[in-house]
Every structure is written in C-alpha cells, then in structure tokens.
C-alpha cells in the first residue's frame, strides 16, 4: 500500500534551517509529481511547493520564494523540503502529498515544525 | 491571485444532505478536488476532477459544478463525516496550487 512518512521537524530557533523528508513507499515513486503542504496550528491547508516526478520543475507558493527549495531522490524514494531563515510563522505541520491529475491522492501523516527561541 | 471562498462552517442533522460549495472565477475552467481532514489526522481526498470518487469513499459524497461554483454534496450525514472539508485546484498551467479556506461540518 502507498505510504508517506515524513520526518525531520522537531523545535528550531527563528534564522535558523531545516531539512524535511518524505521516504515514499508502495509505488513507483519516479513516476510521480510530489507536493508539500502545511498547515499553521488552528488553520487551514497553505500548498507550498511542488516539483515534477523528474525533478525538472519545481513550484513555490509565491510568498516563500527563495526562502523554500524542494528536490527529490529517486534512487531512495525521498522527497525533501529545505526552509531557510525560519521564522515563527513557518511554525506547523507540514505534510507532503502525492500528485495525480492535479489531486494530491496520498497524504503522509504530517511532521511538526515549531519556531522559537 | 488565485483564490477560492468557501463558507466556513456548515450544519446538518444525521440524515440529512449536506453541500459545501467553493467559488472562484477560475473554476469555469479549472477542475476542484475535494478533501475530508478529521481532527488530529491528515486530509484524505474524496473528490477529485469535480466529481471523480476514489476508491474507498462512499457513495453518499458526491460532486457538481455550475459556473465558477463547484458544490460538494454528502447525501444522508453520517456522525463520522463531521470533519473539515478543503477545496483545492490548480492553476491553467500547473504550477500553482490553492485550497479554500475550509468548511467545518457539524453533524448536529
């Protein structure tokens, strides 16, 4: 069965970098777009970013340009997400998805990320 | 920028027919998927291309659209749909992504 498990998250003090990743399993990971998604605690679902099963393209939601960079592994399933200077507005769960016909049909079961000092 | 509105709670009794709706001007052209998030737990797709069912999902959900208007039916509300419900879709050229704000079901 198709999984997800994301890992990396944890308590970061604000300016400082984080590395997400999603290990992927039960499919054939190279043949799909991926996305993360977050999710600020009490709020509703923000997309982040996206990238091609190829990792030739990559997407970012406006606001976090240049701060995001997702890439993949596709020799060991993973997906990642980088957040540079973080900051306490990037505190929530951030989920990664998998992309089918512009649906994300398969969801991880979200990793916490909380910014403070 | 791309936005999609949704009212933000809707209540029902058991039994009854619940609709959610997302709007935005885009949705004339662009396909809406739908998405059921239970507290404490991830969201889970339910409806995709407008009105696509996955696998697994019961038949009492349902999806329509009518102009830039896309409506997410549950026929007879069951306790154990009483969940957040995301709207989500896309921009022309696939590289812009967007949910609504969310609807909270209330089962009364």
């Known amino acids: 069965q198709v999984q997800l498990v994301e890992s990396g998250g944890g308590v970061v003090q604000p300016g400082r970098s984080l590395r997400l990743s999603c290990v992927a399993s039960?499919?054939?990971?190279?043949?799909?777009?991926m996305h993360w998604v977050r999710q600020a605690p009490g709020k509703g679902l923000e997309w982040v970013a996206a990238?091609?099963?190829?990792?030739?393209?990559?997407y970012y939601v406006d606001s976090e340009k240049g701060r995001f960079t997702i890439s993949r592994d596709n020799s060991k399933n993973t997906l990642f997400l980088e957040i540079n200077a973080l900051r306490a507005e990037d505190t929530a769960v951030y989920y990664c998805?998998?992309?089918?016909?512009?649906?994300?049909?398969?969801w991880g079961q979200g990793i916490l990320v909380t910014v403070s000092s | 920028s791309y936005e999609l509105t949704q009212p933000i709670s809707v209540s029902v009794s058991p039994g009854q027919t619940a609709r959610i709706t997302c709007s935005g001007d885009?949705?004339?052209?662009?396909?809406v998927s739908w998405y059921q998030q239970r507290p404490g737990q991830a969201p889970v797709l339910v409806m995709s291309?407008?009105?696509e069912r996955p696998s697994g999902i019961p038949e009492r959900f349902s999806g329509s659209t009518s102009g830039t208007t896309v409506t997410l039916t549950i026929s007879g509300v069951q306790a154990e749909d009483e969940a957040d419900y995301y709207c989500?879709?896309?921009?022309?050229?696939?590289?812009?992504?967007?949910f609504g704000g969310g609807t909270r079901l209330t089962v009364l």
């Open positions: 998805a998998r992309d089918t016909e512009d649906s994300f049909d398969y």
């Open positions: 989500q879709s896309a921009d022309s050229s696939n590289t812009f992504w967007v």
């Open positions: 039960g499919f054939t990971f190279s043949s799909y777009g």
């Open positions: 990238i091609w099963y190829d990792g030739s393209n990559k």
């Open positions: 885009a949705l004339s052209k662009q396909y």
């Open positions: 291309t407008d009105n």
